[in-house]
């Protein structure tokens, strides 16, 4: 399977490596049961009116599996290598969502799970919030030397990043909203009245992030004005 080979390609030597596990995808063909998926104390828990489908079970057994092999994996890393930094973060959400009018938070957002040596409650910021950019310079913050510079469009959840923004959405710590609204709207996190929000500021930072990401994936490092002629 994929972590024992992943384990098997590890060794003393420090590496950086990336795995993308596909078992919560279709074609949801793995033997789950067969694995110690309990698919009857499953349909028990479940809302009555989704007990009988079978491919939400079928879908739910491969996301138990993803998981527990998932905790495995990590276990056996931290067993064998105690200074490891392992994060867990999905790459998009939306996979299913058995209420069928789900929040906008329940529906878009994905997890960030940083465990490892060293790693307690407080080293990210309580009240932070972001997305995906700023995954990147937040391990930077915690596994680079003293003095070590970056560039990013991302800021680390250890120092205090409180938005994130991705293709179509933005959230704060205590809202999240589509981005392309005029103006924009925010849906509370958990629930209460709508927060409040300021407009500008977070439609800058919106039009910041796209448009340097349009420009280093266009022109990379390149600062060109001229570039823009006839686009104004």
Avoid at 63 to 78: C, G, N, P, T
Avoid at 126 to 152: C, H, K, M, N, W
Avoid at 198 to 209: E, L
């Amino acid at each position: 399977m994929l972590y024992d080979r992943v384990l098997a390609g590890l060794s003393d030597a420090p590496s950086f490596n990336v795995i993308l596990n596909a078992s919560n995808h279709s074609p949801y063909d793995v033997d789950v049961e067969a694995k110690g998926f309990d698919k009857e104390r499953t349909r028990a828990a479940l809302p009555e009116a989704a007990r009988g489908d079978e491919a939400l079970l079928r879908e739910l057994g491969h996301y138990w599996y993803a998981d527990r092999e998932l905790a495995r994996f990590i276990r056996a890393v931290k067993e064998r290598w105690p200074d490891s930094l392992v994060v867990v973060m999905g790459d998009h959400a939306d996979r299913y969502n058995i209420e069928k009018t789900p929040t906008l938070y329940e529906r878009y957002a994905i997890p960030f799970i940083v465990t490892g040596r060293g790693i307690k409650k407080g080293v990210l910021d309580g009240a932070s919030a972001g997305s995906q950019i700023d995954a990147v310079p937040t391990l930077i913050e915690l596994i680079a030397p003293r003095g070590f510079s970056y560039l990013s469009l991302g800021t680390s959840l250890t120092r205090g990043n409180q938005k994130g923004v991705n293709y179509g959405f933005f959230i704060t710590r205590t809202a999240i909203g589509k981005a392309d609204t005029v103006p924009l709207e925010a849906e509370p996190i958990g629930g209460g009245p709508a927060p409040e929000l300021d407009q500008q500021a977070m439609q800058d930072y919106i039009n910041a992030i796209r448009s340097i990401s349009w420009w280093r994936a266009k022109y990379g490092a390149t600062l060109d004005a001229s570039k823009l002629a006839g686009r104004e």
